[in-house]
């Protein structure tokens, strides 16, 4: 008889011992599980947004340093600066006469243009006297409208030549994965004097009174 319980406590308690996992602990361990899941998935986002953000800031940084290089090599050797104007729909534009370096060259007219439908900004040139046949170049997308994209300081009194104020903004425009950069600088026209067309605004109303390359007549 002894023998017989002891059979059947040895029974009961293997019984108990392959009973599994109560409801509530099943409940915590889904808990922990649940909270450890959502940490990682939190990081995971985290570091997606953040090589996101990283990549966005690498493509505005290098439209922005190419913009800059190809304005540089044309307002460094410019003889003439136009004031900037804008259209009726909002976009900038401004133009510069390059001399010809080896005569008998003809100089090269350049007028850069920022469209503000699509953001881009874009280049073309043609020489002087001639009407602007060369077609357009991007140099840069993803351009922000935050403001006047080309400003003139005129060349006067003790500052003796042109200079071209730029302010651009690249980036995405919904800001949604941010990645912004930014350009203001000033270009100065070494060519450039007090009596070079373009510099002249007598009624002081931004726009010159002799433009150079022909002025309105090339701002499609």
Not at 32 to 44: C, D, N
Not at 51 to 72: E, G, I, K, P, Y
Not at 189 to 201: H, K, Q
Request: charged share 20%; proline share 4%.
């Amino acid at each position: 008889m002894r023998g017989l319980r002891s059979t059947i406590r040895g029974r009961d308690r293997s019984e108990r011992d392959d009973a599994g996992f109560t409801l509530v602990e099943l409940l915590v361990a889904m808990g922990i599980f649940s909270v450890i899941m959502s940490l990682a998935l939190a990081a995971v986002i985290s570091l997606g947004r953040a090589t996101q953000r990283v990549t966005n800031v690498a493509d505005a940084s290098d439209d922005l340093r190419t913009a800059f290089l190809t304005m540089d090599r044309q307002v460094r050797y410019a003889d003439a600066v136009n004031f900037p104007g804008q259209t009726a729909g909002g976009d900038w534009w401004v133009e510069m006469r390059t001399s010809a370096v080896v005569l008998p060259k003809t100089p090269v007219c350049s007028q850069w243009n920022y469209h503000a439908v699509d953001g881009t900004l874009r280049v073309r040139s043609w020489p002087e006297g001639t009407s602007p046949t060369g077609a357009w170049r991007t140099v840069a997308r993803q351009i922000l409208p935050t403001g006047q994209p080309f400003s003139l300081v005129k060349a006067q009194g003790l500052q003796t030549q042109q200079e071209l104020r730029v302010t651009l903004t690249s980036g995405r425009r919904d800001d949604a994965q941010g990645g912004r950069s930014g350009l203001d600088t000033r270009f100065v026209a070494r060519n450039s004097n007090l009596d070079s067309p373009g510099n002249v605004d007598s009624n002081d109303d931004l726009v010159s009174d002799s433009p150079v390359c022909g002025g309105a007549a090339v701002r499609s």
